[in-house]
């Protein structure tokens, strides 16, 4: 979709595209790399970042991780769903922007103040069953239709509409939504349910992270 669109937005709520709100909330600079491999730790060293380590370590592709980064801090952070769909929206040399359901409302404001008449592309990336084949995953839908749900566009996209009105099924019972859906219940049994917790704030934060030269920064609504 990236070369038929002006904007892209990439959602995953569980967990890439909270942490980017989390870590850019917090002034650092995040770099999306596709690979969990050795070349992960030479790029973070050629930009001058951290890598973030498995879940469980500080830093790590986990929300609650990143809540003690220090100021104007650079990391890397390696996923196989978001940063691979982030680094292929940059092939495509669009506006690319990190949503989840913490900045909802503030991505949506943003594009509706920047880009009012745009084409734009909202992504919910996913999940990877253990054979590496597609997950579809709720949250990333929800978490779509929340930002669409409050974009100005005349026209959407019959898929659109569905995320949109799955947003609307979900808004009342949001948290539980999360806990309950497979990614949730998946992340809550390994001992992270505190980052399930993070991920299913709505719309508490006014970051939008978005990506300037290989890193998302903080895009804010200025």
């Known amino acids: 979709m990236a070369p038929l669109s002006r904007v892209v937005v990439i959602i995953d709520v569980l967990s890439f595209t909270t ?13 999306p790399y596709r690979y969990k491999d050795d ?16 879940r469980g ?70 999940e990877q069953w253990g054979n590496g084949s597609l997950r579809p995953a709720i949250e990333d839908l929800i978490a779509a239709g929340a930002i669409i749900s409050r974009l100005n566009q005349s026209e959407r996209s019959p898929e659109a509409s569905i995320a949109m009105s799955a947003f609307k099924h979900a ?28 991920a299913s704030e709505l719309n508490v934060s006014d970051v939008v992270p978005v990506i300037h030269n290989g890193a998302y920064k903080r895009g804010g609504n200025e």
């Open 19 to 31: 942490s980017v709100e989390v870590a850019v909330s917090r002034e650092a600079t995040v770099f």
């Open 171 to 198: 808004e009342h019972d949001i948290q539980n939504m999360m806990h309950e859906c497979s990614s949730g219940r998946e992340l809550a049994a390994k001992g992270f349910e505190q980052d399930v917790v993070i």
């Open 39 to 54: 070349s992960a730790i030479k790029f973070a060293e050629s930009v001058g970042a951290i890598l973030a380590g498995k």
């Open 57 to 126: 370590q500080t830093p790590s592709l986990s929300p609650e991780s990143l809540l003690a980064l220090p100021p104007q801090a650079r990391i890397v952070l390696p996923s196989q769903n978001g940063s691979v769909c982030t680094v292929a929206a940059q092939e495509s040399n669009v506006i690319t922007i990190a949503g989840c359901l913490r900045n909802a409302a503030a991505v949506a404001d943003f594009i509706n103040l920047h880009y009012p008449s745009e084409a734009v592309s909202v992504i919910a990336c996913g």
